[in-house]
Every structure is written in structure tokens, then in C-alpha cells.
Nanobody
């Protein structure tokens, strides 16, 4: 079991940067694959970025080159550095965790990111 708490969201202007953090409570954080997802009003839940337990990364095409996912296993924390933000990045951002498989059984409560034009 792992409990996840996101932070770092806020209201910014287009072109600005934000760094989201997801702190994990529980054991064996380094064994978890970690992901960031988002959901905008009226839209489907959407994958954003993923970092494996071995630190391999994968991104949604529309955020490649702008967003960077990283992890600090000593701090049980995963980050999402978001640069050159666009209004279409506006959403609630969620952190998720899994050990193996394809499903994401553990989720945080979400943090709101709003990008004004």
C-alpha cells in the first residue's frame, strides 16, 4: 500500500512554469512505477508522464520537450516539472503508483493547475 499526496498546483500565465510534487507514504517507494495523469473539465482522464522503478520515462506527445518527470527515492517523491505552460494544460493533475502490471491502483487526491492566456 502507498498513500500519495500531490502539491504544487496553482494559477499561472501561459509560458510560465510549475513543479508538481507527489509525496508517497508507505514502504518500498523505489519499487513503484509512478505516473502523472490529468483531467480537464468535460474531458477524459489523460495520461501525461510515467517514470518506471528503473527511471525510464515516457510522455504524452503534447508535453514532450516541455514537461519532465523525475523521482527522488530518498525522499519518496516524484516530480513533474512543467515549462512553457499552455492554456490547454489546465486540468486537475493526479499522481498514481503501481508495482508491475498495467493498472494504476493507487492515486492521490489531485492538484489544480490553471493556465491563463
Amino acid at each position: 500500500q502507498v498513500q500519495l499526496v500531490e502539491s504544487g498546483g496553482g494559477l499561472v500565465q501561459a509560458g510560465d512554469s510549475l513543479r508538481l510534487s507527489c509525496a508517497a507514504a508507505g514502504s518500498s517507494f523505489s519499487r513503484y512505477d509512478m505516473g502523472w495523469f490529468r483531467q480537464a473539465p468535460g474531458k477524459e482522464h489523460e495520461f501525461v508522464a510515467y517514470i518506471s522503478s528503473s527511471a525510464g520515462t515516457y510522455y504524452l506527445d503534447s508535453v514532450k520537450g516541455r514537461f519532465t518527470i523525475s523521482r527522488d527515492n530518498a525522499k519518496n517523491t516524484v516530480y513533474l516539472q512543467m515549462n512553457s505552460l499552455k492554456p490547454e494544460d489546465t486540468a486537475v493533475y493526479y499522481c498514481a503508483a503501481r508495482i508491475g502490471g498495467v493498472r494504476w491502483p493507487y492515486w492521490g487526491q489531485g492538484t489544480q493547475v490553471t493556465v491563463s492566456s
